[in-house]
């Protein structure tokens, strides 16, 4: 394949983690066990949600969102992937697959910071909002908002994904990561990518500045709403409604700051990897248990429908 008189890259390696035979197959085991119990976990999520009346709220709904793209859709593109390089110690993957596969990585985290954006500003009108909570968050309100972070996630990186596709590729086509990552990748360019960095620093704008402004403003008021509730007990309550969410809210951030913000070169590259591993696979697994499984409206549905199926079973037994 020729282009201005250079051969172009028509597939890359992912180096993914350097490590000997033996580490490999642990590793690979571990990360199999581990993407099951984020796929199981996720799915237990959603079906709760979606089946129990008493999780039928705005703050369930947001989470089963979460659940369906950042805690399945995320790792499915990346981990799936991983284990075969974790199999073959080098990863062959297309151009065209890694361009996607970047695609779709890119989407789930602009789709994440703005969801995470709409769950702080959920909490606010939950806490320092409370009378009017059901008439500002309604069921059809909660819908467009999930549907504008849907659009947005997989419409504004299709922006700078679509630059970084018609770059030229012609040098080395080894990428020392587990997959397509943005950074790794455009280090790899022959022609000059200042137009993508251009797009990624002026997108950087809607989909980080004004999502941590909000988000940061959100959590002040909430702050200065909990002071000002008299009982400790009312301030340990309304304080709880919100600790998962802004525990997920600093993982998240805290990992990108460091995988893309710090310098990663030489040995900060390893360490690059080991963080992208938190929001890829640690993240998603985490998720449930935060946000949902120490609940106690979670922890009741699972009893309810465990319940279910044992009268049911019982009642098929006598029957039948």
Not at 107 to 126: G, H, I, K, P, Q
Not at 168 to 176: E, K, R, T
């Amino acid at each position: 394949m020729q282009r201005n008189n250079q051969t172009m890259v028509t597939e890359f390696y992912l180096l993914g983690f350097q490590v000997s035979q033996n580490l490999r197959i642990l590793i690979f085991w571990l990360f199999l066990l581990v993407y099951c119990l984020i796929i199981c976990g996720n799915l237990l999520i959603i079906a709760l949600v979606s089946t129990s009346k008493n999780l039928h709220t705005p703050m369930y709904f947001f989470i089963s969102q979460l659940s369906i793209s950042l805690d399945i859709l995320l790792p499915t593109d990346i981990v799936p992937n991983m284990l075969h390089i974790l199999v073959n110690t080098l990863g062959k993957i297309t151009y065209i697959s890694c361009i996607i596969q970047l695609y779709i990585f890119c989407a789930s985290v602009v789709f994440e910071c703005l969801l995470l954006t709409v769950m702080s500003y959920d909490r606010y009108v939950a806490i320092c909002n409370p009378l009017h909570y059901t008439s500002i968050m309604t069921r059809e309100h909660c819908l467009i908002l999930s549907i504008i972070c849907w659009l947005s996630g997989f419409s504004i990186n299709l922006i700078y994904t679509i630059t970084t596709a018609k770059l030229n590729f012609c040098g080395p086509n080894i990428i020392d990561h587990f997959f397509c990552d943005l950074v790794p990748l455009l280090e790899l360019a022959c022609s000059d990518a200042f137009i993508v960095n251009l797009e990624i620093y002026l997108l950087s704008i809607p989909i980080i500045i004004i999502p941590t402004a909000i988000i940061v403003v959100s959590y002040t008021n909430i702050m200065l709403a909990i002071l000002r509730i008299s009982s400790s007990t009312g301030r340990h309550k309304a304080f709880s409604t919100c600790s998962s969410h802004l525990t997920v809210v600093s993982i998240f951030y805290w990992t990108m700051f460091c995988v893309y913000v710090v310098p990663n070169k030489g040995q900060m590259r390893n360490i690059s990897k080991i963080l992208s591993l938190l929001y890829t696979v640690f993240t998603p697994l985490v998720n449930p248990i935060i946000y949902s499984l120490r609940n106690e409206d979670i922890k009741k549905s699972i009893q309810e429908k465990m319940l279910h199926c044992v009268i049911r079973q019982i009642i098929h037994n006598i029957l039948y």
